[in-house]
């Protein structure tokens, strides 16, 4: 066996350190935690963490740790952990009480895997919603919604239109009829003509046709294609879907599984959050962004006149800021969250300055040049608007009562005119300018949604999912290692440490890639494991053969790896594709259990052969006189 390469040694043995690493930190169990989370802008320091500590040992409630995180994904947290759920469940109700509605606070896990596994990069694998438990909600877009904005918004354009070329119109109103579009009646034949022309010039996404014509009215119809209404609904998916994972991302829940389902649900699994209704005020709030006209600011005597007497003007709305100081804004709304594209932040490049930048489509993209043209100078109001359900139980069913916050999240000066991208400047830190980017894009829902279905999995049944999940793979395991060195010996006791690593391997990778591992997924593990011996049965038999064949030892087994490679890569490539099938096409619990299985088959190709091959060249090379073999 002298001609088995030295670089696969060293490479089996990189292997098997690097595996034994990496899958290491999932043999150390997460602590339960508690995790505070500020809502908007409300101070995430030293002071709250005093105050959290402060709550707990006025109620008596034993904690491990408390830290203050920082994460820029996630912003600054309060995490703290506690010996068991009990306490956790005590500490949760306790602060939400103490913190009032400016703080999030949310069940989470914290790590206890050793700083130096953590520097390599070494992490235990997330666990999903049927091992930890968790909560589970199906949502259904309102897409009826969505077709009336986008008729409300049609009228509006049109209006605007007819208005620029100067065409005569008798009036442009919505259609009585759900989805029938926008009527546009004008006095003339001449009209409708010059106003269908520049309405099928200007939107292409709607169907202009002639309707009736009486005296002195001539009626136009424009109706939203039905391909432009697809791709909007199918756009509202996506950016409900994008500001569901900014909101949750940002208050800290840890691993969150947050998916389309057909063209108006999605799917929303909250690992380790144990209580429905504080997921329901997250995820069910429905916010939006207005951009509007300031009309005085805290020190307008105005402003502080409202504030006083409680009479705000009639065109105005008095409303507050992050930090509890008033503002009069206009009731007209220039630009809508549901306008906005994308927003970052960034540094002003004249003065370095922290600042947000912000997109809008081309329809908020005109209504913002209209107003910044004829509003240099003065102040505009950037407004956070939040509607949230408070879910109480009368007569033994759920009531939801809706609650609508406004708060002024940013307020600037107008510095020159711009439409479709400008810049939000003003702004206290870099962190302030984060989180109001994050606000900005997180903040708009494309429409309502509305919970149609929930289901909660409590942790103690994760934990039976988890003990019946280990049990299932040691007995599979034992089983196969039993059975290996009982009838094959030696190479089967080699096969059965290939096995063993094969496991560990497995594990290694899904950790490293961050696999959530679910029930599926242990079941794919346990049918890798079984799949991984036939490799070695088919080598192990192939070497017996070339021994009853009269050839040497040595050669029996060069000969056996061989000849059996060919049939289990056939075999294992058939696997892999069906595998990658699952992956691709499969979602939820059926793609968990198609990337275990791809990843189990391409790591049981290493152990079974070069692993093995390795050992027992390294047993058996360098034994001149080997007469016979353990098979």
Same mark, same amino acid.
């Given at each position: 066996?002298?001609?088995?390469?030295?670089?696969?040694?060293?490479?089996?043995?990189?292997?098997?350190?690097?595996?034994?690493?990496?899958?290491?930190?999932?043999?150390?169990?997460?602590?339960?935690?508690?995790?505070?989370?500020?809502?908007?802008?409300?101070?995430?320091?030293?002071?709250?963490?005093?105050?959290?500590?402060?709550?707990?040992?006025?109620?008596?409630?034993?904690?491990?740790?408390?830290?203050?995180?920082?994460?820029?994904?996630?912003?600054?947290?309060? &995490?703290?952990?506690?010996?068991?759920?009990?306490?956790?469940?005590?500490?949760?109700?306790?602060?939400?009480?103490?913190?009032?509605?400016?703080?999030?606070?949310?069940?989470?896990?914290?790590?206890?895997?050793?700083?130096?596994?953590?520097? /390599?990069?070494?992490?235990?694998?997330?666990?999903?919603?049927?091992?930890?438990?968790?909560?589970?909600?199906?949502?259904?877009?309102?897409?009826?919604?969505?077709?009336?904005?986008?008729?409300?918004?049609?009228?509006?354009?049109?209006?605007?239109?007819?208005?620029?070329?100067?065409?005569?119109?008798?009036?442009?109103?919505?259609?009585?009829?759900?989805?029938?579009?926008?009527?546009?009646?004008?006095?003339?034949?001449?009209?409708?003509?010059?106003?269908?022309?520049? /309405?099928?010039?200007?939107?292409?996404?709607?169907?202009?046709?002639?309707?009736?014509?009486?005296?002195?009215?001539?009626?136009?119809?424009?109706?939203?294609?039905?391909?432009?209404?697809?791709?909007?609904?199918?756009?509202?998916?996506?950016?409900?879907?994008?500001?569901?994972?900014?909101? /949750?991302?940002?208050?800290?829940?840890?691993?969150?599984?947050?998916?389309?389902?057909?063209?108006?649900?999605?799917?929303?699994?909250?690992?380790?959050?144990?209580?429905?209704?504080?997921?329901?005020?997250?995820?069910?709030?429905?916010?939006?962004?207005?951009?509007?006209?300031?009309?005085?600011?805290?020190?307008?005597?105005?402003?502080?006149?409202?504030?006083?007497?409680?009479?705000?003007?009639?065109?105005?709305?008095?409303?507050?800021?992050?930090?509890?100081?008033?503002?009069?804004?206009?009731?007209?709304?220039?630009?809508?969250?549901?306008?906005?594209?994308?927003?970052?932040?960034?540094?002003?490049?004249?003065?370095?300055?922290?600042?947000?930048?912000?997109?809008?489509?081309?329809?908020?993209?005109?209504?913002?040049?209209?107003?910044?043209?004829?509003?240099?100078?003065?102040?505009?109001?950037?407004?956070?608007?939040?509607?949230?359900?408070?879910?109480?139980?009368?007569?033994?069913?759920?009531?939801?009562?809706?609650?609508?916050?406004?708060?002024?999240?940013?307020?600037?000066?107008?510095?020159?005119?711009?439409?479709?991208?400008?810049?939000?400047?003003?702004?206290?830190?870099?962190?302030?300018?984060?989180?109001?980017?994050?606000?900005?894009?997180?903040?708009?829902?494309?429409?309502?949604?509305?919970?149609?279905?929930?289901?909660?999995?409590?942790?103690?049944?994760?934990?039976?999912?988890?003990?019946?999940?280990?049990?299932?793979?040691? &007995?599979?395991?034992?089983?196969?290692?039993?059975?290996?060195?009982?009838?094959?010996?030696?190479?089967?006791?080699?096969?059965? /440490?290939?096995?063993?690593?094969?496991?560990?391997?497995?594990?290694?990778?899904?950790?490293?890639?961050?696999?959530?591992?679910?029930?599926?997924?242990?079941?794919?593990?346990?049918?890798?494991?079984?799949?991984?011996?036939?490799?070695?049965?088919?080598?192990?038999?192939?070497?017996?053969?070339?021994?009853?064949?009269?050839?040497?030892?040595?050669?029996?087994?060069?000969?056996?790896?061989?000849?059996?490679?060919?049939?289990?890569?056939?075999?294992?490539?058939?696997?892999?594709?069906?595998?990658?099938?699952?992956?691709?096409?499969?979602?939820?619990?059926?793609?968990?259990?198609?990337?275990?299985?791809?990843?189990?088959?391409?790591?049981?190709?290493?152990?079974?052969?070069?692993?093995?091959?390795?050992?027992?060249?390294?047993?058996?090379?360098?034994?001149?006189?080997?007469?016979?073999?353990?098979?």
């Amino acid at each position: 066996m002298s001609d088995f390469p030295r670089w696969k040694y060293a490479l089996v043995a990189i292997v098997m350190v690097l595996g034994i690493l990496y899958a290491l930190p999932n043999a150390f169990v997460p602590l339960s935690a508690v995790q505070v989370s500020a809502v908007h802008n409300a101070p995430v320091d030293a002071a709250l963490e005093q105050k959290v500590v402060a709550t707990l040992q006025k109620d008596k409630i034993a904690y491990k740790n408390i830290s203050l995180k920082h994460n820029k994904a996630k912003g600054d947290y309060i &995490l703290i952990g506690f010996a068991n759920g009990d306490l956790q469940n005590s500490a949760a109700d306790s602060l939400k009480t103490a913190l009032g509605e400016d703080y999030t606070v949310v069940f989470n896990l914290e790590s206890t895997v050793p700083g130096w596994l953590q520097a /390599i990069g070494a992490r235990s694998m997330p666990l999903g919603l049927d091992l930890q438990g968790g909560v589970h909600f199906l949502m259904k877009v309102d897409q009826r919604d969505v077709v009336n904005k986008q008729e409300i918004r049609y009228t509006e354009d049109i209006t605007s239109l007819l208005r620029d070329k100067k065409i005569h119109y008798t009036s442009v109103t919505r259609n009585s009829i759900h989805g029938k579009g926008v009527v546009v009646v004008l006095p003339t034949a001449a009209d409708r003509t010059a106003a269908s022309d520049a /309405i099928a010039t200007a939107f292409t996404d709607l169907d202009v046709s002639d309707g009736p014509s009486t005296g002195d009215r001539f009626v136009l119809d424009a109706v939203v294609k039905p391909e432009a209404l697809r791709k909007l609904a199918q756009a509202t998916i996506t950016q409900n879907l994008a500001t569901l994972r900014n909101r /949750i991302n940002a208050l800290g829940v840890s691993e969150p599984v947050i998916q389309a389902q057909g063209n108006d649900q999605i799917v929303v699994d909250l690992a380790g959050v144990q209580d429905p209704a504080e997921a329901k005020r997250v995820i069910g709030a429905i916010a939006t962004l207005q951009y509007v006209a300031g009309l005085g600011g805290p020190s307008d005597p105005a402003v502080q006149d409202a504030v006083r007497t409680g009479i705000v003007p009639p065109n105005a709305h008095l409303y507050y800021g992050t930090h509890g100081e008033p503002y009069l804004v206009s009731k007209r709304v220039i630009v809508s969250g549901e306008e906005l594209v994308d927003a970052s932040s960034g540094t002003d490049p004249d003065n370095g300055s922290p600042s947000v930048n912000v997109t809008l489509n081309s329809v908020g993209a005109k209504k913002m040049l209209d107003f910044t043209r004829d509003n240099v100078g003065k102040p505009m109001a950037v407004v956070y608007v939040e509607t949230v359900y408070d879910n109480k139980v009368v007569d033994g069913k759920e009531v939801r009562t809706p609650k609508v916050k406004y708060k002024v999240i940013n307020y600037a000066t107008i510095q020159g005119v711009f439409s479709n991208k400008f810049q939000t400047n003003g702004l206290g830190s870099p962190k302030e300018a984060s989180e109001l980017a994050l606000l900005l894009k997180g903040g708009s829902l494309a429409a309502p949604m509305d919970i149609v279905a929930q289901s909660v999995i409590g942790p103690s049944m994760g934990k039976q999912n988890i003990s019946k999940g280990l049990d299932a793979v040691l &007995l599979g395991l034992g089983l196969v290692l039993v059975a290996a060195a009982i009838y094959y010996k030696l190479f089967g006791l080699v096969a059965d /440490i290939a096995l063993f690593f094969n496991l560990v391997i497995l594990v290694a990778v899904m950790s490293m890639i961050g696999v959530t591992l679910t029930m599926p997924g242990i079941a794919g593990i346990v049918l890798t494991l079984g799949m991984a011996i036939d490799a070695n049965v088919l080598i192990c038999e192939r070497v017996r053969e070339e021994l009853r064949n009269g050839s040497t030892p040595l050669a029996s087994i060069r000969a056996g790896y061989e000849k059996a490679w060919s049939t289990i890569l056939d075999a294992n490539v058939t696997h892999l594709i069906a595998a990658l099938a699952l992956m691709t096409i499969g979602s939820g619990a059926i793609r968990g259990f198609g990337v275990t299985l791809f990843i189990g088959i391409s790591t049981s190709l290493f152990t079974s052969v070069t692993m093995t091959h390795a050992i027992t060249a390294l047993l058996h090379g360098g034994r001149k006189k080997l007469k016979t073999l353990s098979v």
